[in-house]
């Protein structure tokens, strides 16, 4: 190998040893023009120029993109997310900008490596004091940079996604607040002090989530059969979209449900009446089966809101519509549900993932299930 600043030339190409004691490699690309590859050893580099040479030959090479990581999220929220929200679209920028820019946003988008992201996650991860993130927070960073290197990957700007294995803190489990049996009656009782109580005793009763409440049509209810079909959930700017993960599914209840929605009918005459002239009329609100209280979709915020009402009846400080979903499925399965109805009822990916969420939570429904094994024993053994 030739000494610093000189080159050795062999059939493929040119390779040089630079003033840091690095290894640079020049070599021809399909589109006639010199590039080069960098290692940190003579055996290295001898190797990157013999895969770029090789790609060359096979008709597989990419030219190098010039973009950097910071111009490609740019381009990549503007022009390569199509289906995705504004709101979803100014998230991913929100997050690239606090966390993802900074660390690596001036680097090539071609010569971004793993090393590069597994910095920025540990970077992020040894933050301290005010600065200080959550588990959650670090993950989403590192998807949102999957996600774009991943669309990076198609329109052929890099070869490979190198955010793909990088180690990610661990999930953290939120604290989930469960409306127990006991706790039924003064729940009832505090839903009634709400705008819309029939909304959360459905929450409760069937474990849907906030945008799949709130985007069930009169359509979706067969009475006849009992059934809820959960076919949408209601999107932040008020549209009807597909459920999250794709769980459309069909929900079986009991007559519990079927007295909820009727009492819901005769509360959305009543919300109409006391509006007058402000009631909202339009197609979509038309066929909701929970409104605001002018007659328009119900929102999120509302909805969270008449939640938090029941917080310090029920002496759970910040509690969520979520943690309703999270009560029905602990009473589900302490009721004895199976846990795969349960699971499709929730629209989980497996009944395995249902129980790791809710095991701590059916305590009473393990030791009911060990003893009615012991009586079983019992009984084959005597």
């Not at 993802?100 to 680097?107: A, D, H, R, T």
């Not at 990088?166 to 705008?195: C, G, S, W, Y």
Request: hydrophobic residues 40%.
């Amino acid at each position: 190998m030739s000494k610093s600043g000189t080159r050795a030339q062999n059939r493929m190409g040119s390779i040089r040893q630079r003033k840091n004691g690095t290894y640079e490699a020049r070599y021809t690309g399909s589109d006639g023009r010199q590039h080069s590859v960098y290692a940190k050893s003579p055996k290295a580099i001898g190797e990157a120029l013999r895969a770029a040479q090789h790609e060359v030959d096979t008709g597989s090479w990419i030219e190098p993109a010039t973009v950097t990581v910071k111009e490609w999220l740019a381009e990549w929220t503007r022009d390569y997310c199509p289906h995705t929200t504004q709101r979803t679209r100014d998230h991913y920028n929100t997050i690239a900008a606090l966390y993802i820019v900074p660390s690596i946003g001036k680097l090539r988008l071609a010569s971004l490596t793993s090393i590069h992201v597994r910095r920025m996650v540990g970077d992020l991860q040894r933050r301290t004091g005010e600065a200080a993130l959550k588990a959650s927070t670090v993950r989403m960073a590192a998807k949102v940079l999957s996600i774009a290197l991943n669309a990076a990957v198609k329109a052929k700007l890099i070869r490979e996604n190198v955010a793909t294995d990088v180690p990610l803190p661990r999930k953290e489990r939120a604290e989930m607040h469960i409306i127990d049996r006991p706790a039924f009656p003064a729940f009832l009782e505090a839903a009634q002090a709400t705008n819309y109580p029939e909304a959360l005793i459905l929450l409760l009763q069937t474990g849907l989530r906030s945008g799949e409440l709130r985007g069930l049509t009169w359509a979706d209810w067969d009475e006849s059969a009992s059934v809820l079909h959960v076919r949408h959930q209601m999107s932040p700017e008020g549209a009807l979209v597909p459920p999250k993960d794709g769980s459309a599914r069909d929900i079986v209840v009991g007559p519990e449900v079927a007295a909820t929605l009727r009492a819901q009918r005769r509360r959305l005459a009543e919300m109409k009446l006391r509006a007058g002239g402000k009631w909202r009329e339009d197609p979509l609100a038309e066929a909701m089966i929970f409104r605001s209280t002018n007659g328009g979709p119900l929102s999120a915020s509302a909805l969270e809101s008449a939640v938090s009402r029941l917080a310090e009846p029920l002496n759970l400080p910040g509690l969520h519509p979520h943690d309703l979903r999270h009560s029905y499925a602990v009473a589900a399965l302490r009721a004895g549900a199976d846990p795969k109805t349960v699971q499709h009822n929730l629209g989980h990916a497996s009944a395995a993932m249902t129980l790791d969420i809710y095991a701590a939570y059916t305590t009473d429904a393990a030791t009911e299930a060990a003893r009615r094994l012991s009586s079983y024993w019992q009984d084959a053994t005597n």
